[in-house]
Protein backbone atom coordinates (compact mmCIF):
# COMPACT_ATOMS: atom_id res chain seq x y z
CA UNK A 1 0.00 0.00 0.00
CA UNK A 2 2.97 2.30 0.85
CA UNK A 3 4.96 1.52 -2.71
CA UNK A 4 1.57 2.24 -4.41
CA UNK A 5 1.00 5.51 -2.11
CA UNK A 6 4.62 7.00 -3.22
CA UNK A 7 3.73 5.98 -6.77
CA UNK A 8 1.18 8.40 -6.78
CA UNK A 9 3.10 10.87 -4.42
CA UNK A 10 6.39 10.62 -5.44
CA UNK A 11 6.87 12.40 -9.40
CA UNK A 12 9.04 10.88 -12.05
CA UNK A 13 11.56 12.92 -14.48
CA UNK A 14 8.52 13.39 -16.71
CA UNK A 15 6.54 14.66 -14.36
CA UNK A 16 8.89 16.84 -12.96
CA UNK A 17 9.89 18.37 -16.75
CA UNK A 18 6.49 18.83 -17.11
CA UNK A 19 5.90 21.10 -13.67
CA UNK A 20 9.02 22.87 -14.83
CA UNK A 21 8.11 23.35 -18.47
CA UNK A 22 4.54 24.87 -16.59
CA UNK A 23 6.43 27.33 -14.42
CA UNK A 24 8.80 28.71 -17.03
CA UNK A 25 6.02 29.24 -19.47
CA UNK A 26 4.52 30.89 -16.74
CA UNK A 27 6.72 32.96 -15.31
CA UNK A 28 10.21 33.15 -17.83
CA UNK A 29 8.44 32.57 -20.98
CA UNK A 30 6.18 35.40 -19.55
CA UNK A 31 3.10 32.82 -21.55
CA UNK A 32 0.05 35.17 -20.47
CA UNK A 33 0.84 37.34 -22.99
CA UNK A 34 3.42 35.60 -25.15
CA UNK A 35 0.87 32.48 -25.87
CA UNK A 36 -1.31 35.09 -27.77
CA UNK A 37 1.44 36.95 -29.92
CA UNK A 38 -0.59 35.03 -32.86
CA UNK A 39 -4.17 36.96 -33.89
CA UNK A 40 -5.61 33.73 -35.60
CA UNK A 41 -6.34 32.38 -31.41
CA UNK A 42 -8.55 35.49 -32.19
CA UNK A 43 -10.96 33.75 -34.87
CA UNK A 44 -10.39 30.42 -33.43
CA UNK A 45 -11.62 31.10 -30.17
CA UNK A 46 -15.11 33.27 -32.06
CA UNK A 47 -15.34 30.29 -34.29
CA UNK A 48 -15.82 27.62 -31.20
CA UNK A 49 -18.02 30.24 -29.54
CA UNK A 50 -20.59 30.35 -32.18
CA UNK A 51 -20.28 26.79 -33.13
CA UNK A 52 -21.65 25.88 -29.48
CA UNK A 53 -24.42 28.49 -29.91
CA UNK A 54 -25.52 27.60 -33.15
CA UNK A 55 -24.85 23.78 -33.07
CA UNK A 56 -23.28 23.65 -37.31
CA UNK A 57 -20.68 24.77 -38.18
CA UNK A 58 -19.45 27.53 -40.77
CA UNK A 59 -19.97 26.82 -44.84
CA UNK A 60 -18.82 30.74 -45.56
CA UNK A 61 -16.89 32.88 -44.61
CA UNK A 62 -18.52 34.83 -41.84
CA UNK A 63 -15.80 37.12 -40.87
CA UNK A 64 -14.43 39.61 -43.42
CA UNK A 65 -15.69 41.63 -46.30
CA UNK A 66 -13.36 40.58 -49.19
CA UNK A 67 -14.33 36.71 -48.82
CA UNK A 68 -18.03 37.41 -47.78
CA UNK A 69 -19.91 34.16 -48.72
CA UNK A 70 -17.02 32.14 -49.98
CA UNK A 71 -16.19 28.21 -49.25
CA UNK A 72 -14.25 28.47 -45.99
CA UNK A 73 -13.40 24.66 -44.66
CA UNK A 74 -13.28 25.01 -40.38
CA UNK A 75 -10.67 22.12 -40.41
CA UNK A 76 -10.01 22.46 -36.63
CA UNK A 77 -13.36 23.09 -35.30
CA UNK A 78 -12.99 20.43 -32.52
CA UNK A 79 -10.13 22.49 -31.04
CA UNK A 80 -12.26 25.81 -31.79
CA UNK A 81 -15.17 24.41 -29.62
CA UNK A 82 -12.71 23.15 -26.70
CA UNK A 83 -11.29 26.67 -26.96
CA UNK A 84 -14.65 28.34 -27.14
CA UNK A 85 -15.97 26.43 -24.54
CA UNK A 86 -13.18 27.88 -22.22
CA UNK A 87 -13.22 31.12 -23.20
CA UNK A 88 -17.06 31.27 -22.09
CA UNK A 89 -16.24 30.08 -18.90
CA UNK A 90 -12.51 32.17 -18.08
CA UNK A 91 -11.53 34.09 -20.92
CA UNK A 92 -8.21 34.11 -22.27
CA UNK A 93 -6.74 33.14 -18.78
CA UNK A 94 -9.01 30.16 -19.35
CA UNK A 95 -7.54 29.73 -22.61
CA UNK A 96 -3.98 30.24 -21.83
CA UNK A 97 -4.64 27.62 -18.77
CA UNK A 98 -6.07 25.11 -21.21
CA UNK A 99 -2.51 25.60 -23.70
CA UNK A 100 -0.13 25.68 -20.94
CA UNK A 101 -1.33 22.06 -19.60
CA UNK A 102 -1.05 20.92 -23.02
CA UNK A 103 1.85 22.31 -23.36
CA UNK A 104 3.12 20.90 -20.05
CA UNK A 105 1.82 17.09 -21.70
CA UNK A 106 3.96 17.71 -24.23
CA UNK A 107 7.07 17.48 -22.09
CA UNK A 108 5.54 14.35 -19.88
CA UNK A 109 5.26 12.91 -22.88
CA UNK A 110 8.55 13.68 -24.29
CA UNK A 111 10.40 11.86 -21.64
CA UNK A 112 7.97 8.59 -21.52
CA UNK A 113 9.54 8.82 -25.23
CA UNK A 114 13.11 8.99 -23.99
CA UNK A 115 12.41 5.55 -21.73
CA UNK A 116 10.82 3.68 -24.80
CA UNK A 117 13.63 4.90 -27.36
CA UNK A 118 16.05 3.32 -24.57
CA UNK A 119 17.39 6.57 -23.65
CA UNK A 120 20.06 7.59 -20.93
CA UNK A 121 18.73 9.11 -18.21
CA UNK A 122 21.02 12.07 -17.34
CA UNK A 123 21.57 12.52 -21.66
CA UNK A 124 17.40 13.65 -21.54
CA UNK A 125 17.91 15.56 -19.11
CA UNK A 126 20.96 17.59 -21.06
CA UNK A 127 18.39 17.14 -23.92
CA UNK A 128 15.63 18.94 -22.15
CA UNK A 129 17.15 22.34 -22.23
CA UNK A 130 17.20 22.43 -26.40
CA UNK A 131 14.23 20.71 -26.32
CA UNK A 132 12.44 24.29 -24.64
CA UNK A 133 14.19 26.13 -26.56
CA UNK A 134 13.06 25.06 -29.69
CA UNK A 135 9.70 24.29 -28.98
CA UNK A 136 9.16 27.81 -27.54
CA UNK A 137 9.20 29.72 -30.88
CA UNK A 138 5.83 28.18 -31.46
CA UNK A 139 4.11 28.40 -27.70
CA UNK A 140 1.15 29.62 -29.41
CA UNK A 141 -2.53 28.95 -28.45
CA UNK A 142 -3.36 27.56 -31.65
CA UNK A 143 -4.32 23.64 -31.91
CA UNK A 144 -1.29 23.08 -33.58
CA UNK A 145 -0.07 22.06 -29.44
CA UNK A 146 -3.04 19.38 -29.95
CA UNK A 147 -1.26 18.49 -32.80
CA UNK A 148 1.82 18.09 -30.95
CA UNK A 149 -0.19 15.85 -27.92
CA UNK A 150 -1.44 13.55 -30.26
CA UNK A 151 2.18 13.10 -32.52
CA UNK A 152 4.27 12.40 -29.41
CA UNK A 153 1.70 9.81 -28.04
CA UNK A 154 1.61 8.12 -31.52
CA UNK A 155 5.28 7.65 -31.85
CA UNK A 156 5.24 6.54 -28.56
CA UNK A 157 3.13 3.49 -29.60
CA UNK A 158 5.02 3.18 -32.94
CA UNK A 159 8.16 2.53 -30.81
CA UNK A 160 6.19 -0.57 -29.11
CA UNK A 161 4.93 -1.87 -31.80
CA UNK A 162 3.11 -5.20 -31.17
CA UNK A 163 3.91 -8.33 -33.52
CA UNK A 164 0.89 -9.01 -34.41
CA UNK A 165 -2.72 -7.10 -35.58
CA UNK A 166 -5.62 -7.37 -33.67
CA UNK A 167 -8.74 -5.52 -34.04
CA UNK A 168 -8.95 -3.42 -30.90
CA UNK A 169 -5.78 -1.67 -32.47
CA UNK A 170 -7.67 -1.23 -35.78
CA UNK A 171 -10.56 0.18 -33.43
CA UNK A 172 -7.71 2.49 -31.45
CA UNK A 173 -6.30 3.53 -35.10
CA UNK A 174 -9.28 4.95 -36.28
CA UNK A 175 -10.76 6.17 -32.92
CA UNK A 176 -7.59 8.28 -32.67
CA UNK A 177 -7.55 9.84 -36.19
CA UNK A 178 -10.89 10.61 -36.01
CA UNK A 179 -10.35 12.82 -32.98
CA UNK A 180 -7.02 13.96 -34.70
CA UNK A 181 -8.50 14.86 -37.95
CA UNK A 182 -11.16 17.03 -36.38
CA UNK A 183 -8.64 18.96 -34.21
CA UNK A 184 -5.92 19.49 -36.32
CA UNK A 185 -4.30 19.41 -39.89
CA UNK A 186 -1.35 17.23 -39.15
CA UNK A 187 -3.45 14.09 -38.66
CA UNK A 188 -2.24 12.71 -42.14
CA UNK A 189 0.85 12.44 -40.03
CA UNK A 190 -0.57 9.43 -38.25
CA UNK A 191 -0.98 7.14 -41.64
CA UNK A 192 2.38 8.91 -42.93
CA UNK A 193 4.44 7.94 -40.14
CA UNK A 194 2.52 4.80 -40.03
CA UNK A 195 3.98 4.02 -43.98
CA UNK A 196 7.27 5.67 -43.11
CA UNK A 197 8.16 2.90 -40.36
CA UNK A 198 6.39 0.39 -42.47
CA UNK A 199 8.88 1.58 -44.86
CA UNK A 200 11.66 1.14 -42.87
CA UNK A 201 11.17 -1.95 -41.25
CA UNK A 202 11.22 -2.94 -45.23
CA UNK A 203 14.21 -1.84 -46.03
CA UNK A 204 15.88 -3.06 -42.79
CA UNK A 205 14.83 -6.76 -43.60
CA UNK A 206 15.88 -5.80 -47.35
CA UNK A 207 19.74 -5.56 -45.52
CA UNK A 208 19.94 -7.01 -42.08
CA UNK A 209 19.58 -10.69 -41.24
CA UNK A 210 15.60 -11.11 -40.09
CA UNK A 211 14.93 -11.27 -36.36
CA UNK A 212 12.29 -13.82 -36.16
CA UNK A 213 11.50 -12.80 -32.41
CA UNK A 214 10.43 -9.37 -34.42
CA UNK A 215 7.61 -10.74 -36.19
CA UNK A 216 6.68 -8.55 -39.41
CA UNK A 217 6.56 -5.26 -37.50
CA UNK A 218 5.86 -3.79 -41.42
CA UNK A 219 2.53 -5.56 -41.60
CA UNK A 220 1.21 -4.15 -38.54
CA UNK A 221 1.86 -0.37 -39.55
CA UNK A 222 0.63 -0.90 -42.89
CA UNK A 223 -2.52 -2.47 -41.16
CA UNK A 224 -2.71 0.81 -38.99
CA UNK A 225 -2.32 3.66 -41.62
CA UNK A 226 -5.02 1.83 -43.48
CA UNK A 227 -7.36 2.42 -40.58
CA UNK A 228 -6.26 5.72 -39.56
CA UNK A 229 -6.90 6.59 -43.22
CA UNK A 230 -10.60 5.63 -42.95
CA UNK A 231 -11.23 6.81 -39.37
CA UNK A 232 -9.64 9.98 -40.86
CA UNK A 233 -12.13 10.52 -42.64
CA UNK A 234 -14.68 10.84 -40.28
CA UNK A 235 -15.31 14.67 -40.12
CA UNK A 236 -17.58 16.90 -41.22
CA UNK A 237 -16.07 17.41 -44.82
CA UNK A 238 -15.27 13.37 -45.23
CA UNK A 239 -12.50 13.38 -47.89
CA UNK A 240 -12.78 17.22 -48.70
CA UNK A 241 -10.76 18.11 -45.87
CA UNK A 242 -8.07 15.61 -47.38
CA UNK A 243 -7.91 17.35 -50.65
CA UNK A 244 -8.07 20.93 -48.73
CA UNK A 245 -5.02 20.04 -47.15
CA UNK A 246 -3.11 18.63 -49.84
CA UNK A 247 -3.74 21.36 -52.23
CA UNK A 248 -3.17 23.96 -48.85
CA UNK A 249 0.62 22.40 -48.58
CA UNK A 250 1.43 21.67 -52.16
CA UNK A 251 0.82 25.95 -52.26
CA UNK A 252 4.17 26.31 -52.37
CA UNK A 253 4.03 29.73 -53.58
CA UNK A 254 1.74 30.73 -50.93
CA UNK A 255 3.32 29.34 -48.39
CA UNK A 256 6.53 31.23 -49.60
CA UNK A 257 4.55 34.49 -48.21
CA UNK A 258 3.73 32.98 -44.82
CA UNK A 259 6.18 33.63 -41.86
CA UNK A 260 5.84 30.55 -40.03
CA UNK A 261 6.87 28.28 -43.56
CA UNK A 262 10.02 30.24 -43.73
CA UNK A 263 13.43 29.21 -42.69
CA UNK A 264 14.65 30.38 -39.31
CA UNK A 265 16.75 32.75 -38.82
CA UNK A 266 19.85 30.94 -37.31
CA UNK A 267 21.45 34.56 -36.68
CA UNK A 268 18.83 35.64 -34.06
CA UNK A 269 19.48 35.70 -30.33
CA UNK A 270 19.68 32.14 -29.13
CA UNK A 271 19.86 30.50 -32.17
CA UNK A 272 22.39 28.18 -30.88
CA UNK A 273 20.02 25.79 -28.50
CA UNK A 274 17.98 25.65 -31.66
CA UNK A 275 21.23 24.50 -34.04
CA UNK A 276 22.40 22.18 -31.30
CA UNK A 277 18.83 20.69 -31.60
CA UNK A 278 19.45 19.95 -35.38
CA UNK A 279 23.10 18.84 -34.67
CA UNK A 280 21.75 16.04 -32.40
CA UNK A 281 18.79 14.92 -34.38
CA UNK A 282 21.02 14.41 -37.22
CA UNK A 283 23.54 12.40 -35.52
CA UNK A 284 20.84 10.73 -34.34
CA UNK A 285 19.57 9.69 -37.37
CA UNK A 286 23.02 8.42 -38.58
CA UNK A 287 23.60 6.48 -35.65
CA UNK A 288 20.21 4.73 -35.78
CA UNK A 289 21.04 4.03 -39.37
CA UNK A 290 24.40 2.30 -38.56
CA UNK A 291 22.33 0.25 -35.84
CA UNK A 292 19.65 -1.15 -38.52
CA UNK A 293 17.05 1.34 -37.11
CA UNK A 294 15.85 2.31 -40.32
CA UNK A 295 12.36 3.77 -39.41
CA UNK A 296 14.17 5.80 -37.21
CA UNK A 297 16.74 6.97 -39.50
CA UNK A 298 14.06 8.11 -41.94
CA UNK A 299 12.11 10.00 -39.16
CA UNK A 300 14.60 11.65 -37.93
CA UNK A 301 16.07 12.54 -41.14
CA UNK A 302 12.83 13.48 -42.44
CA UNK A 303 12.26 15.95 -39.47
CA UNK A 304 15.60 17.35 -39.73
CA UNK A 305 15.33 18.61 -43.19
CA UNK A 306 11.45 19.64 -42.81
CA UNK A 307 12.78 21.68 -39.74
CA UNK A 308 15.59 23.07 -41.94
CA UNK A 309 13.28 23.88 -44.43
CA UNK A 310 10.92 25.56 -42.09
CA UNK A 311 10.54 27.44 -38.68
CA UNK A 312 7.41 25.47 -37.97
CA UNK A 313 9.14 22.11 -38.44
CA UNK A 314 11.59 22.54 -36.07
CA UNK A 315 9.60 21.94 -32.70
CA UNK A 316 8.52 18.38 -34.63
CA UNK A 317 12.61 17.51 -34.42
CA UNK A 318 12.85 18.79 -30.91
CA UNK A 319 9.65 16.78 -29.49
CA UNK A 320 10.25 13.52 -31.58
CA UNK A 321 14.07 13.17 -32.84
CA UNK A 322 15.53 13.98 -29.65
CA UNK A 323 13.97 10.92 -27.96
CA UNK A 324 14.76 8.93 -30.14
CA UNK A 325 18.48 10.54 -30.94
CA UNK A 326 19.06 9.53 -27.03
CA UNK A 327 18.17 5.94 -27.87
CA UNK A 328 20.55 5.94 -30.44
CA UNK A 329 22.97 7.67 -28.77
CA UNK A 330 22.93 5.65 -25.67
CA UNK A 331 23.01 2.13 -27.70
CA UNK A 332 26.30 3.79 -29.28
CA UNK A 333 28.30 4.64 -26.17
CA UNK A 334 27.22 1.10 -24.38
CA UNK A 335 28.73 -0.48 -27.42
CA UNK A 336 31.57 1.94 -28.39
CA UNK A 337 34.52 -0.78 -29.25
CA UNK A 338 38.55 0.01 -29.31
CA UNK A 339 38.30 2.86 -26.59
CA UNK A 340 40.98 3.61 -24.31
CA UNK A 341 40.52 1.73 -21.73
CA UNK A 342 40.28 5.14 -18.91
CA UNK A 343 37.92 6.57 -21.66
CA UNK A 344 35.94 3.28 -21.61
CA UNK A 345 36.03 3.07 -17.95
CA UNK A 346 34.62 6.38 -17.13
CA UNK A 347 31.92 5.85 -20.02
CA UNK A 348 30.99 2.83 -18.06
CA UNK A 349 30.86 4.64 -15.18
CA UNK A 350 28.51 7.37 -16.08
CA UNK A 351 26.21 4.99 -18.22
CA UNK A 352 25.67 3.07 -14.96
CA UNK A 353 25.34 5.70 -12.92
CA UNK A 354 22.68 7.36 -14.86
CA UNK A 355 21.32 3.74 -15.11
CA UNK A 356 20.84 3.63 -11.68
CA UNK A 357 18.95 7.00 -11.22
CA UNK A 358 16.49 5.79 -13.82
CA UNK A 359 16.11 2.65 -12.14
CA UNK A 360 15.46 4.38 -8.81
CA UNK A 361 12.71 6.28 -10.41
CA UNK A 362 11.10 3.74 -12.41
CA UNK A 363 8.62 3.29 -9.28
CA UNK A 364 7.65 6.39 -9.11
CA UNK A 365 5.09 8.37 -11.45
CA UNK A 366 3.58 11.16 -9.55
CA UNK A 367 0.21 11.08 -11.25
CA UNK A 368 -1.17 13.10 -8.16
CA UNK A 369 0.77 15.95 -9.30
CA UNK A 370 -0.94 16.71 -12.60
CA UNK A 371 -4.09 17.84 -10.67
CA UNK A 372 -1.92 19.72 -8.12
CA UNK A 373 -0.05 21.20 -10.98
CA UNK A 374 -3.72 22.50 -12.54
CA UNK A 375 -4.47 24.03 -9.25
CA UNK A 376 -1.36 26.04 -9.23
CA UNK A 377 -1.69 27.38 -12.57
CA UNK A 378 -4.96 28.18 -12.19
CA UNK A 379 -3.97 30.30 -8.88
CA UNK A 380 -1.17 32.18 -10.99
CA UNK A 381 -3.46 32.98 -13.73
CA UNK A 382 -6.38 34.35 -11.36
CA UNK A 383 -3.98 36.47 -9.46
CA UNK A 384 -4.48 39.50 -10.47
CA UNK A 385 -0.91 41.15 -11.55
CA UNK A 386 -1.26 37.79 -13.72
CA UNK A 387 -4.66 38.08 -15.18
CA UNK A 388 -4.28 42.07 -15.91
CA UNK A 389 -0.74 40.76 -18.13
CA UNK A 390 -2.94 37.62 -19.63
CA UNK A 391 -4.45 37.96 -23.17
CA UNK A 392 -3.44 40.04 -26.85
CA UNK A 393 -0.25 42.31 -26.05
CA UNK A 394 -1.04 45.93 -26.46
CA UNK A 395 2.81 46.70 -27.64
CA UNK A 396 1.43 44.03 -30.75
CA UNK A 397 -2.00 44.34 -31.30
CA UNK A 398 -4.26 47.72 -31.91
CA UNK A 399 -6.05 47.17 -28.45
CA UNK A 400 -5.85 51.02 -27.54
CA UNK A 401 -7.01 51.69 -30.89
CA UNK A 402 -9.80 49.94 -31.04
CA UNK A 403 -12.03 52.36 -29.20
CA UNK A 404 -11.83 54.39 -31.57
CA UNK A 405 -12.66 51.51 -34.56
CA UNK A 406 -15.91 51.15 -32.48
CA UNK A 407 -16.81 54.52 -33.28
CA UNK A 408 -16.41 53.63 -36.85
CA UNK A 409 -20.17 52.86 -38.86
CA UNK A 410 -20.80 49.64 -39.32
CA UNK A 411 -19.89 49.29 -42.57
CA UNK A 412 -16.68 50.72 -42.54
CA UNK A 413 -13.79 48.89 -44.75
CA UNK A 414 -10.54 49.03 -42.79
CA UNK A 415 -7.47 48.46 -44.40
CA UNK A 416 -5.10 46.45 -41.74
CA UNK A 417 -2.33 43.86 -41.65
CA UNK A 418 -3.35 40.19 -41.10
CA UNK A 419 -2.06 40.28 -37.32
CA UNK A 420 -4.48 42.89 -36.42
CA UNK A 421 -7.02 41.15 -38.62
CA UNK A 422 -7.41 37.95 -36.13
CA UNK A 423 -7.44 40.54 -33.04
CA UNK A 424 -10.22 42.72 -34.21
CA UNK A 425 -12.31 39.00 -34.75
CA UNK A 426 -11.66 38.83 -31.50
CA UNK A 427 -12.41 41.96 -30.28
CA UNK A 428 -15.38 42.38 -31.89
CA UNK A 429 -16.78 38.75 -31.87
CA UNK A 430 -16.72 38.47 -35.71
CA UNK A 431 -19.33 41.61 -35.95
CA UNK A 432 -17.41 44.26 -37.43
CA UNK A 433 -15.99 42.27 -41.03
CA UNK A 434 -12.51 42.58 -41.90
CA UNK A 435 -10.37 42.84 -44.64
CA UNK A 436 -7.74 40.30 -44.14
CA UNK A 437 -6.35 37.73 -41.63
CA UNK A 438 -4.55 34.10 -40.80
CA UNK A 439 -6.53 32.49 -42.61
CA UNK A 440 -4.53 32.15 -45.90
CA UNK A 441 -5.99 28.74 -47.03
CA UNK A 442 -9.61 31.15 -47.67
CA UNK A 443 -7.66 34.36 -48.85
CA UNK A 444 -5.42 32.53 -51.44
CA UNK A 445 -2.23 33.52 -53.75
CA UNK A 446 -3.57 36.22 -55.61
CA UNK A 447 -5.42 38.19 -52.76
CA UNK A 448 -1.70 37.88 -51.07
CA UNK A 449 0.25 38.98 -53.54
CA UNK A 450 -2.37 42.26 -53.88
CA UNK A 451 -1.75 42.33 -50.34
CA UNK A 452 1.97 42.35 -50.05
CA UNK A 453 2.13 45.07 -53.06
CA UNK A 454 -0.51 47.42 -51.16
CA UNK A 455 1.29 47.04 -47.85
CA UNK A 456 5.11 47.60 -48.97
CA UNK A 457 3.97 50.37 -51.27
CA UNK A 458 5.41 48.98 -54.50
CA UNK A 459 3.79 50.15 -57.96
CA UNK A 460 0.15 49.73 -58.55
CA UNK A 461 -0.84 50.13 -54.32
CA UNK A 462 -2.52 53.14 -55.04
CA UNK A 463 -4.46 50.94 -57.77
CA UNK A 464 -5.43 48.50 -54.70
CA UNK A 465 -6.97 50.78 -52.60
CA UNK A 466 -9.35 52.67 -54.88
CA UNK A 467 -10.23 48.34 -55.88
CA UNK A 468 -11.02 48.03 -52.16
CA UNK A 469 -12.75 50.76 -51.60
CA UNK A 470 -10.51 51.82 -48.10
CA UNK A 471 -12.47 54.21 -45.91
CA UNK A 472 -10.06 53.88 -43.10
CA UNK A 473 -6.83 52.40 -42.66
CA UNK A 474 -5.33 50.61 -39.01
CA UNK A 475 -1.32 50.01 -39.46
CA UNK A 476 1.70 49.92 -37.60
CA UNK A 477 3.47 52.64 -36.47
CA UNK A 478 6.61 51.05 -38.33
CA UNK A 479 4.45 50.83 -42.00
CA UNK A 480 5.82 52.72 -44.34
CA UNK A 481 2.48 53.10 -45.96
CA UNK A 482 0.92 54.65 -42.82
CA UNK A 483 3.07 57.74 -43.47
CA UNK A 484 2.65 57.38 -47.74
CA UNK A 485 -1.18 57.82 -46.22
CA UNK A 486 -0.81 60.38 -44.20
CA UNK A 487 0.96 62.33 -46.89
CA UNK A 488 -1.79 61.82 -49.07
CA UNK A 489 -3.79 63.59 -47.34
CA UNK A 490 -5.62 60.40 -44.94
CA UNK A 491 -6.82 62.14 -41.54
CA UNK A 492 -5.52 60.48 -38.34
CA UNK A 493 -8.18 59.58 -35.77
CA UNK A 494 -6.22 58.04 -33.22
CA UNK A 495 -2.54 56.91 -32.44
CA UNK A 496 -0.15 54.99 -29.80
CA UNK A 497 2.46 53.39 -29.27
CA UNK A 498 1.03 50.53 -31.22
CA UNK A 499 -0.91 51.60 -34.27
CA UNK A 500 -2.45 54.62 -36.33
CA UNK A 501 -6.02 54.94 -37.36
CA UNK A 502 -6.47 56.79 -40.19
CA UNK A 503 -9.68 57.98 -41.95
CA UNK A 504 -10.05 58.54 -46.21
CA UNK A 505 -10.14 61.64 -47.67
CA UNK A 506 -13.53 62.99 -48.88
CA UNK A 507 -12.50 63.10 -52.28
CA UNK A 508 -9.01 60.96 -53.17
Request: hydrophobic letters at 50%; proline letters at 5%; a positive charge.
Given at each position: ??????????????????????????????????????????????????????????????????????????????????????????????????????????????????????????????????????????????????????????????????????????????????????MHASFFLLPLTCLLYAAGHLLRRA???????????????????????????????????????????????????????????????????????????????????????????????????????????????????????????????????????????????????????????????????????????????????????????????????????????????????????????????????????????????????????????????????RYYGFTHALLPNDYSLAGVLEARG???????????????????
Amino acid sequence: MGHYTGKWLVPDLAMVGAAVTLLFALFLFDGGEKLFRDSDTGWHIRTGETILATGVLPRSDPYSWTQAGKAWVAWEWGADVLMGAVHREHGVTGVALLYLMAIAACTWLWFRLHWIAGGDFLIACAMASPMLSTVNIHWLARPHVFGWVFLLAWISVAERSPRRFLWWHALAAAAGSALWANMHASFFLLPLTCLLYAAGHLLRRAVWKADPSHGSPEKWFAGIALFAGVGSLLNPYGWRLHFHVWEYLRGVELLARIGEFQSFNFHSEGAFQILLCLALAGMGAVLALSQGKVAQFLLMAGLAATGLRSARGLPLVALLALPLANGALTQALASAQGLRPGLRRRLDQFLQYSGNLRRLEMGFRGYAAAPALLVLAFVVLHAPAMRARTGFPADQFPVQAAAAVERLPAGARILHPDKFGGYLIYRFSGQRKVFFDGRSDLYGLEFMKRYIRLVQVRPGWEEHIRYYGFTHALLPNDYSLAGVLEARGWKKLHKDSTAILLGAPEDP
